[in-house]
């Protein structure tokens, strides 16, 4: 399993391609806004290609989903946040870079 097969809303593989790049074991890389993982998960496929171990990469959400209709579905349909947060485990697991991530359940401030 990886990146391509995590449902989501990711398409902006060049931009994270990019930031891994341009990575360093200095830095420390922060998604705010995971949901099942698909983005984070390639960006950490993207650092373990190119041999780069930041100092951290961090998955920041709340699994709570925003306030669009197809978030509110798709959460109610699987069971609730709870389950979505299970999800996004499992699939770092699966795709092996479980490893590489730091969760932080919270809120940003937007
Ligand atoms: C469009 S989804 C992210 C898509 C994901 N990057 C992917 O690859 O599919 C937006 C995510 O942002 C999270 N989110 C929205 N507002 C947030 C906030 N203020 N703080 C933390 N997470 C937030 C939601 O819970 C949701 O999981």
């Given at each position: 399993?990886n990146?391509s097969?995590?449902?989501g ?8 391609d ?9 830095h ?5 806004g995971c949901?099942?993982?698909?983005s ?5 496929e993207?650092?373990k290609?190119?041999?780069?171990k930041p100092?951290?990469?961090?998955a920041v959400?709340?699994w709570l ?5 197809g978030?509110?579905q798709?959460?109610q349909s699987?069971?609730?946040s709870?389950?979505?947060f299970?999800?996004?485990?499992n ?15 919270n809120?940003?401030k937007?």
């Open positions: 399993m990146s097969d995590v449902d809303f990711f398409n902006f593989h060049d931009f994270y990019s930031i891994a790049k341009k990575s360093n074991e200095n420390i890389l922060i998604e705010v949901w099942l993982g698909a984070i998960i390639y960006l950490c993207r650092l290609l190119y041999n780069i100092k951290q990469v961090v959400d709340t989903g925003s306030d669009e209709i978030h509110k798709y959460l699987i069971g609730g709870e389950a979505l299970n999800k996004f485990i699939n770092i697991k699966l795709c092996k870079v479980d490893d590489l991530i730091t969760i932080l359940v809120q940003i937007l």
